[in-house]
Every structure is written in structure tokens, then in C-alpha cells.
């Protein structure tokens, strides 16, 4: 069974930087088109930043280019977001999800929360 967790949020200031993890089980991202997602308060479920095959393009949102990092480290079969200069609107629960190329099967984790507050 294929599972995603993911892992670093928490309290961060504005302005701050926090680094997101998401370890892939029974995979790695080679196969796979990773991404993360936020859904704020009251609010629908946003794309953030993608990478495809682990290595290869990535994709980001334009209110997140130039400020977050989507990577992934195929030996531990992790995909992480290096967020900086955070904002408060970016509070937010944050979901990964992997998705395998050339089929429709898609996994989500369980999201990490992060509060962007002083």
C-alpha cells in the first residue's frame, strides 16, 4: 500500500522559511509527477509547485516563484518545498501528492499545517 507523509510544518514568522517534507513508500519519484497543494482556511485547494520525475521540470504557482524551491532526493524517496519569505496569507495546511505518469493513479498525504504569524 502506497503511502505519503508528510512532515516540517509549523509556526514560522513572517518572512521566515520552513522546509516541507513528503516520503514516498513502495516508490520514488522517477515515476512520478510530485506536487504540493495548500488549501487555507475556508478556502479551495491550490496548486503550489510540481516537479516530474524527480529531477526534471518544475512547475510553480506565480505567487510562490522566486520564493519557494520544490526538490526531490530519489535515494530516500522524498519530495520537499523549501518555502521562504513567508507570508501570513500563506497559512495554510499543505498536501503532497504524487501522481504516476501514464496512468491515473494518484496519492495524497495526510497535510502538515503551517501558521505564518508574529
Known amino acids: 500500500q502506497v503511502h505519503l507523509v508528510e512532515s516540517g510544518g509549523g509556526l514560522v514568522q513572517p518572512g521566515g522559511s520552513l522546509r516541507l517534507s513528503c516520503a514516498a513508500s513502495?516508490?520514488?519519484?522517477?515515476?512520478?509527477?510530485g506536487k504540493w497543494y495548500r488549501q487555507a482556511p475556508g478556502k479551495e485547494r491550490e496548486f503550489v509547485a510540481g516537479?516530474?520525475?524527480?529531477?526534471?521540470?518544475?512547475m510553480y504557482a506565480d505567487t510562490v516563484k522566486g520564493r519557494f524551491t520544490i526538490s526531490t532526493d530519489n535515494v530516500r524517496k522524498t519530495l520537499y518545498l523549501q518555502k521562504n519569505s513567508l507570508k501570513v496569507e500563506e497559512t495554510a495546511v499543505y498536501y503532497c501528492?504524487?501522481?504516476?505518469?501514464?496512468?491515473?493513479?494518484?496519492?495524497w498525504g495526510q497535510g502538515t499545517r503551517i501558521i505564518v504569524s508574529s
Open positions: 516537479v516530474v520525475r524527480g529531477g526534471g521540470r518544475t
Open positions: 501528492e504524487a501522481k504516476a505518469i501514464g496512468t491515473n493513479s494518484e496519492y
Open positions: 513502495e516508490f520514488t519519484f522517477n515515476y512520478y509527477v
